[in-house]
């Protein structure tokens, strides 16, 4: 779904990449609420030493392998951020916190059934300094991916698997900005409806060829290309 363009001058403006010349002079400065990032820091890290997860075999079901993991979840646990500044170093603080990780693990056997093993929780502590002029927990923030990065069958029927994580730990409070703008965004197009039908469908398709193409649509006169 497309945003609708918005004429300013010469111009359209519209959100996306822009293109250099094409950025038009704002039409007013307004003051917005918004969340700033003060500070912030990214890491990775490898949970290399998860407790092992128990498999219960299907009945008849030979060979299980280990496949891949889904679902994987990181929480923050409570009590939540821990802020205590720091009295050499103004503005700055400590911040410690624990996070879970739950995660699926899918097992394939021999003729192809895939069995969904729930894993075995794992938990990692954060211990970092940021730059938070406001030492407030609320004002930290984070954000994390995860991926399996080895997954392994035991001849016990336990699985072990070593997980991957990028996290991003943020120092964020709400200010009032002062920004160039550009004026209200227009309305949006229409929602597009999902079809409810094979009929609604069809009535939206493009209309098809009617006719074979010709000898020069396939091979070009005169050594075109």
Same mark, same amino acid.
């Given at each position: ?6 004429? /300013?001058?010469? *111009? ?13 002079? +704002? ?46 979840? /990181? ?10 500044? *720091?009295?050499?170093? +103004? ?43 406001? +030492?407030? +927990? ?29 996290? /991003? ?7 009032? *900005? *002062? ?47």
């Amino acid at each position: 779904m497309a945003f609708n363009a918005k004429t /300013i001058g010469s *111009l359209q403006v519209v959100p996306g990449p822009v293109e250099p010349g094409q950025f038009p002079e +704002p039409t007013e400065i307004v003051c917005i609420v918004a969340d700033k990032v003060y500070d912030a820091c990214s890491q990775r890290i490898c949970l290399d030493n998860i407790a092992t997860s128990v498999l219960v075999p299907l009945v008849g079901k030979t060979n299980p392998q280990f496949d891949r993991c889904e679902n994987i979840t /990181i929480t923050l646990l409570p009590p939540g951020f821990t802020v205590t500044p *720091l009295p050499d170093r +103004p503005g700055f603080v400590r911040i410690q916190a624990t996070f879970q990780v739950t995660y699926d693990i899918v097992v394939k056997y021999s003729d192809g059934t895939e069995q969904i093993v729930t894993g075995t929780p794992t938990t990692f502590t954060k211990d970092i300094v940021l730059y938070l002029p406001e +030492p407030d +927990p609320n004002n930290v923030k984070f954000e994390a991916k995860a991926e399996c990065l080895f997954g392994r069958v035991n001849t016990d029927n336990t699985i072990n698997v070593i997980i991957g994580i990028f996290i /991003i730990l943020k120092a964020v409070i709400t200010v009032q *900005l *002062l920004i160039p703008s550009f004026g209200f965004c227009p309305t949006p197009p229409e929602c597009e409806e999902f079809p409810a039908n094979v009929c609604d469908e069809f009535m939206h398709r493009p209309f098809p060829d009617m006719f074979p193409p010709q000898l020069w649509d396939i091979i070009p006169p005169y050594g075109g290309k």
